[in-house]
Every structure is written in C-alpha cells, then in structure tokens.
C-alpha cells in the first residue's frame, strides 16, 4: 500500500515513529481514510487524482499527529514543556522569551505545524474539483 508506506515515512520525518501498535490496520489506516474523504468532498469526485497525493499524505499524517496528541500519547515522544523564564546565577542573569513576551511555545508551534498538515490551501483542490449541479 503506497500511501501507507508514504505517511509512515512522513511520520518519521515529523519525528514520530510508528509502533506496532499504530500498525496497519489501526490508527494510521483510520487517518489515511479521514484524509481521503476529507479530499473527496472537498473535490467532489470519488477517486483522489495522483496530483493530490502529497496533500493527501500530508494531511493523514496531521490528523494521526492530532489524534495521538488530543488523547496524550505524544507526551513522551514530544517534549511541550516550555523552558525556565529566568535564570539567576550569582551576578549572571538568563532569560528566555515565552509566550507572554509574544513568542510561541514549541506546542503552539506544533500545533501550527498540525493545521498546516490538515488543511493544504484550497488552490491545490481547486484545479481537480467537479461541479455539482
């Protein structure tokens, strides 16, 4: 299954790695195929066109991520946890930006990360979407 293989290797190269759990009839299926229906309406048509193939391992993977995320088992793969704000050693003070100083926590980005996965621009649908009347 060429798409299976293709979102494993995207998953990888996101950082997570899949375990024999998420094998192939669990998770990873189940987001091909949220993925492969979410293109399908979006283009109205019942094949998904080889041109769609990256959006649509794209967007598996986002939702495998986001599914893994929402139920805790990213925890011990990701690290979320934000670094100390300030560091005082003697006369040597460090700090970091966070949030508070308008930068973004690594799961904020993540989860931009996440959305930019599962939502491909609409231009990439538009050249393969059939009208209904």
């Given at each position: 299954?060429?798409?299976?293989?293709?979102?494993?290797?995207?998953?990888?190269?996101?950082?997570?790695?899949?375990?024999?759990?998420?094998?192939?009839?669990?998770?990873?299926?189940?987001?091909?195929?949220?993925?492969?229906?979410?293109?399908?309406?979006?283009?109205?048509?019942?094949?998904?066109?080889?041109?769609?193939?990256?959006?649509?391992?794209?967007?598996?993977?986002?939702?495998?991520?986001?599914?893994?995320?929402?139920?805790?088992?990213?925890?011990?793969?990701f690290d979320f946890s934000s670094p100390a704000k300030k560091i005082t050693e003697g006369d040597v003070t460090v700090?970091?930006?966070?949030?508070?100083?308008?930068?973004?926590?690594?799961?904020?980005?993540?989860?931009?990360?996440?959305?930019?996965?599962?939502?491909?621009?609409?231009?990439?649908?538009?050249?393969?979407?059939?009208?209904?009347?």
């Amino acid at each position: 299954m060429p798409i299976y293989d293709d979102v494993v290797f995207r998953l990888s190269q996101l950082g997570y790695v899949v375990q024999e759990s998420d094998e192939p009839d669990s998770a990873v299926i189940y987001s091909i195929d949220r993925a492969a229906e979410k293109i399908r309406a979006n283009i109205n048509r019942a094949d998904i066109p080889e041109g769609l193939h990256y959006a649509w391992v794209d967007m598996a993977a986002g939702l495998f991520l986001l599914e893994k995320k929402t139920t805790g088992q990213l925890d011990e793969k990701f690290d979320f946890s934000s670094p100390a704000k300030k560091i005082t050693e003697g006369d040597v003070t460090v700090e970091f930006t966070g949030a508070s100083d308008g930068a973004s926590t690594p799961e904020s980005r993540f989860d931009k990360l996440l959305d930019s996965l599962m939502n491909p621009p609409a231009y990439l649908f538009a050249r393969f979407r059939r009208f209904v009347w």
